[in-house]
């Protein structure tokens, strides 16, 4: 969700998709705290695990949307390097420093503590940090982009669309390491990876075509080689994938909620059923056609918020809850009413320091 300019032809749809995708981030986090709620309150664990499952696609939609503007890329290494890393790397920074303070100074975690997450943050994410996670990862592809661009740039649509099917098949491999035991399968002195993983090596076989690389891939794609299809069959065609997808990613939560190892497999974001809702979707926010210039400026506005309020809003998500759990509420309700008022909020936050002078530091 990292700012990204924008012709105005792209505005009705890759700014639209970015800021649904936002919110459903800001959602996804606030069903943390209900699905917790596993063994004290059935319903609430339910209703968390529901409303999580269902916004699953909100990074991968992210990724898509970096792959759709960055690929193939058209400045030069150096150049690339300094726009991307200048918008997100410093907020990085500066978020990764002020939000274990926040926790302190709101009473979560003592200081000393927050003085341990700020100086490890460079190591990875921490718990006041959660969603930073997207960060690291975010750097990564950016640092790979010069590296396959010029791939993508002269590569037809069948070549493409090898490295996409071959991307398919690494999103069953979660799903195949978890039920290899059944077929008899060991591992290697206790270590049950598969495909030449093991204890002693991370890398397998088809790890070089794994994970968000795929998603990058996919968005360019996406757009070169666009689906032209009326709304009838978009519908027709998505609502099945999004659905079987969601039946999937829930009902297969839901039932492993005992097994903590695998708990958040079914979760993963590059695994099939989370793919089918990634890709439904994308066809049904690719639609999307705002001819309203008032609602075109809203959106386009939100959009250039939307990295700032990802850097900010988990903080506001826990302000929102401790603020409502106290409400006669159904978790069911809670949740999505949680999710707009720590989004709102932190819509607001997020504005406000736009307005403050070398404000692309902050928010990007």
């Not at 690291?136 to 790979?144: A, E, P």
């Not at 080689?225 to 027709?236: D, E, I, S």
């Amino acid at each position: 969700m990292e700012n990204t300019s924008v012709t105005s032809q792209r505005i009705e749809w890759l700014d639209f998709m970015r800021v649904v995708a936002c919110f459903m981030v800001v959602l996804s986090h606030s069903c943390d705290f209900f699905v917790g709620m596993m063994d004290s309150s059935p319903i609430s664990f339910l209703s968390g695990a529901a409303w999580g499952s269902s916004v699953r696609a909100c990074v991968p939609l992210f990724v898509i949307i970096s792959g759709a503007l960055l690929l193939p890329m058209k400045d030069t290494t150096s150049v690339f390097y300094k726009k991307r890393m200048t918008r997100v790397v410093y907020p990085f920074i500066i978020w990764s420093v002020l939000t274990p303070f926040a926790y302190y100074a709101y009473g979560l975690i003592p200081l000393g503590k927050a003085l341990t997450y700020v100086y490890t943050f460079p190591i990875g994410f921490n718990f006041t940090t959660t969603p930073f996670w997207y960060i690291y990862m975010l750097i990564g592809l950016y640092l790979f982009i010069p590296v396959i661009s010029p791939w993508v740039a002269s590569t037809s649509k069948k070549g493409m669309e090898g490295f996409l099917k071959i991307w398919f098949v690494t999103l069953f491999l979660p799903y195949i390491k978890f039920f290899a035991p059944l077929t008899g399968y060991e591992g290697n002195y206790g270590s049950m990876e598969i495909l030449g993983a093991c204890d002693w090596n991370s890398i397998g076989m088809l790890y070089y075509f794994s994970g968000f690389l795929g998603y990058l891939l996919l968005g360019h794609y996406l757009v070169k080689y666009p689906v032209n299809w009326k709304w009838g069959k978009t519908l027709a065609v998505a609502l099945p994938l999004f659905i079987v997808g969601f039946c999937i990613t829930y009902f297969g939560f839901i039932s492993v909620t005992k097994n903590y190892a695998v708990l958040e497999v079914i979760w993963y974001f590059t695994n099939i059923n989370v793919f089918m809702m990634v890709l439904a979707s994308f066809l049904i926010l690719r639609k999307v056609n705002i001819k309203s210039p008032k609602a075109v400026q809203v959106i386009r506005k939100l959009s250039y918020l939307t990295f700032g309020i990802y850097l900010t809003h988990f903080f506001f998500v826990q302000l929102t809850y401790d603020f409502t759990k106290s409400i006669a509420l159904a978790p069911y309700l809670q949740i999505p009413v949680n999710a707009v008022i720590a989004f709102c909020v932190t819509t607001l936050f997020v504005y406000l320091l736009s307005k403050l002078p070398k404000s692309k530091y902050l928010i990007g």
